[in-house]
């Protein structure tokens, strides 16, 4: 389950529009969505906002040096960008994209080795975030250890 402490609100709202119309994959949040007015979607998306998103830890603190670089620098042989280049440099993101600065480590983890397998696959209805596939490809699995390891101790 993601942290969603201090997260963007126009991206919460997307997301959980994506969860409504199945572009994203998951049916307990597609209960949950489905049955969101507008103005409560928007309310809650904005309390969200507002809570402490200081960071838990459990991540593998040995492991940040090298997430650090990667968001910052990206993986040239695999034409990863730097993360931070749409996130932002502190990870808060802005609008529509997520803030990534304080997510637990597992849960990152999981959503970059899982990416395309979680995404809804109905061409008429393309998820917003289908950007993110060939990066989340284009890490190892000890790249997104990394990554994830650098994010979770971020504030």
């Keep these: 389950m993601p942290r969603l402490a201090g997260q963007q609100p126009e991206y919460l709202q997307s997301q959980l529009q994506a969860f409504s119309e199945r572009r994203r994959v998951n049916p307990v949040m597609f209960n949950v969505a489905h049955v969101l007015k507008p103005g ?3 309310a809650l998306a904005e309390s969200f906002q507002n809570l402490n998103p200081k960071p838990l830890g459990g991540e593998p603190r040995e492991l940040i040096p090298a997430g650090k670089k990667i968001f910052e620098e990206g993986v040239t042989a695999t034409n990863v960008p730097a993360c931070a280049s749409c996130h932002g440099e502190d990870a808060k993101g ?4 997520p803030r990534l600065a304080g997510q637990l ?3 990152t983890t ?4 899982n990416w395309s397998k979680e995404r809804g696959q109905d061409p008429a209805k393309p998820d917003s975030s289908q950007v993110m596939e060939p990066i989340a490809k284009g890490l190892t699995p000890q790249q997104i250890s ?3 390891a650098y994010l979770g101790s971020l504030e």
């Design 40 to 42: 409560m979607l928007t």
């Design 94 to 97: 802005q609008g529509a994209m």
């Design 105 to 107: 480590y597992e849960y």
């Design 110 to 113: 999981r959503k970059l080795v």
């Design 146 to 148: 990394e990554v994830a």
